[in-house]
C-alpha cells in the first residue's frame, strides 16, 4: 500500500529565508507525487506535481521540488519565503494521476517578520 | 472562467439523516474527484469520476456513494449520517485524470453531524 511522511507538523521560518518541507513516500513502483497547499483565503490549491521525466519539477508561486527516488522523497523547497506563504502543505502520492490520492498528514508553515 | 463550485457551503444534519452534497467543475472539465477532511484523519481521497463513471473509490463504508452528471456535474451522498462524518468535504475538477492536467479545488462543503 502507498504512505506518505511528512515528519515535521510545523515549521517556523523568517520571512525571506529559504524553506525545505520534507516528504517520504512508500510505493513499489514509480510513484506520482503532488503537493498541495491550504490556506483559510485560497482553500486548497495544487502547487506542483510530478509523474516523470526531470525530477526537479516546478510549481506555482515560486515553489519547487526535487524527486530522489533513491531516498523516497519528493522534498519541496523555495529560496525565499513571503509572509503569504504561511499555510498548511500537504504532499500526496498516487499510482496514476489523481486516482485514489494518499495525503501525507500536512506540514504547517508559519512565517516570521 | 469560473472556478469550482460546491454547495452548499455549510450544513448541519442529525445522526441517522442523509445528505447529498453538490459539486459543478470548471467548464470543460471531465473528472471530479472527492475528498473528505477531518482533524483526525486528516485528507482522505472518497472517489473519482469520469465522463459520468466511477474510476476509483477509496475506502470508505458503502454509506459513502456518489455520481457524475453528463453535464460533468457532480453529487455525492452520505447515508446513515454518523457524528465521524463531520468533515470538510472537498471537491476537484480536471481535464482529464492522468495527473498531467493541473487540478482545481472548490472551496468546501463544511459538514456538521450532531
Known amino acids: 500500500a502507498q504512505s506518505v511522511t511528512q515528519p515535521d507538523i510545523h515549521i517556523t521560518v523568517s520571512e525571506g529565508a529559504s524553506l525545505e518541507l520534507r516528504c517520504n513516500y512508500s510505493?513499489?513502483?514509480?510513484?506520482?507525487l503532488f503537493w498541495y497547499v491550504q490556506s483559510p483565503g485560497q482553500g486548497l490549491q495544487l502547487l506542483l506535481k510530478y509523474f516523470s521525466g526531470d525530477t526537479l519539477v516546478q510549481g506555482i508561486k515560486g515553489f519547487e521540488a526535487e524527486f530522489k527516488r533513491s531516498q523516497s522523497s519528493f522534498n519541496l523547497r523555495k529560496p525565499s519565503v513571503h509572509w503569504s506563504d504561511a499555510a498548511e502543505y500537504f504532499c500526496?502520492?498516487?499510482?496514476?494521476?489523481?486516482?485514489?490520492?494518499?495525503f501525507g498528514t500536512g506540514t504547517k508553515l508559519q512565517v516570521i517578520p | 472562467k469560473a472556478g469550482v463550485t460546491q454547495t452548499p457551503r455549510y450544513l448541519i444534519k442529525t445522526r441517522g439523516q442523509q445528505v447529498t452534497l453538490s459539486c459543478s467543475p470548471i467548464s470543460g472539465h471531465r473528472s471530479v474527484s472527492w475528498y473528505q477532511q477531518t482533524p483526525g484523519q486528516g485528507l482522505q481521497f472518497l472517489f473519482e469520476?469520469?465522463?459520468?463513471?466511477?474510476?476509483n473509490k477509496g475506502n470508505f463504508p458503502g454509506r459513502f456513494s456518489g455520481r457524475q452528471f453528463s453535464n460533468s456535474r457532480s453529487e455525492m451522498n452520505v447515508s446513515t449520517l454518523e457524528l465521524g462524518d463531520s468533515a470538510l468535504y472537498l471537491c476537484a475538477s480536471s481535464l482529464a485524470t492522468s495527473g498531467q492536467e493541473t487540478q482545481y479545488f472548490g472551496p468546501g462543503t463544511r459538514l456538521l453531524v450532531l
Open positions: 500526496a502520492v498516487s499510482s496514476g494521476g489523481y486516482q485514489k490520492v494518499t
Open positions: 510505493y513499489g513502483a514509480t510513484p506520482y
Open positions: 469520476y469520469f465522463s459520468e463513471t466511477q474510476r
